[in-house]
């Protein structure tokens, strides 16, 4: 089946640029999608499309893409923004929904 | 505004069955479809399926076809997930979540224990 990679973890200071990773097969031809999920939350969409930001989501957060890989860039990091982060995509042939296993955004 | 609530909290035993309401309100609900996500204590996020409100169709994941309904009822704008013979590690909050651009509007999640 289809699986999407992301480390388990990240740690940055504030104020500096935190970057998760996301890699899968699909990347080239699939769009791919973050969500954040504060603790004890729903998770909520940071990025659509790529590299797309839904209206109310500062502007810090960033999507990129490079071949199989996807990464969600934080400039600036904020103590707020201290969450776990999910990437998202179709799978191939569009059948199925897959969620990489997460990242664990630490503040320090 | 743009929500989804779901139904409260399911306490049920292994081999029962679990039926989960989500309720749209602010927005055209058939034009919509809607996913279900669960999440396990202390683990990611798992796609189950999805329902368009439009027509019914379904799109189950691999793991939960022949255990797993979907169905939704236009007449007041809900959808449900239906999952049957639980076991103990089906305990996870179901979320439900409106396709639109990515998962865009989630609700608050259905806590669901299976225990004996």
């Known amino acids: ?108 | 505004q743009v929500q989804l609530v779901q139904s409260g909290v399911e306490v049920k035993k292994p081999g029962a069955s679990v039926k989960v309401s989500c309720k749209a309100s602010g927005y055209p609900f058939i034009s919509y479809g809607i996913n279900w996500v669960r999440q396990a204590p202390g683990q990611g996020l798992e796609w189950m399926g999805w329902i368009s409100n439009y027509n019914g169709n379904t799109k189950y994941a691999q793991k939960f076809q022949g255990r797993v309904t979907m169905t939704t009822d236009t007449s007041t704008s809900t959808a449900y997930m239906e999952l049957r013979s639980l076991r103990s590690d089906d305990t996870a909050v179901y979320y439900c979540a409106r396709e639109g651009e990515g998962m865009d509007v989630w609700g608050q999640g259905t806590t669901v224990t299976i225990s004996s």
């Open chain 1, 1 to 108: 089946s289809y699986e999407l990679t992301q480390p388990p973890s990240v740690s940055v200071s504030p104020g500096q640029t935190a970057r998760i990773t996301c890699s899968g097969d699909a990347f080239p031809n699939q769009y791919a999608y973050w969500y954040q999920q504060k603790s004890g939350q729903a998770p909520v969409v940071v990025i659509y499309k790529d590299s797309a930001r839904p209206s109310g989501i500062p502007e810090r957060f960033s999507g990129s893409r490079s071949g199989t890989t996807v990464t969600l860039t934080i400039s600036g990091v904020q103590a707020e923004d201290e969450a776990d982060y999910y990437c998202q995509s179709p799978d191939s042939s569009d059948t199925y929904w897959v969620f990489g296993g997460g990242t664990k955004l630490t503040v320090l």
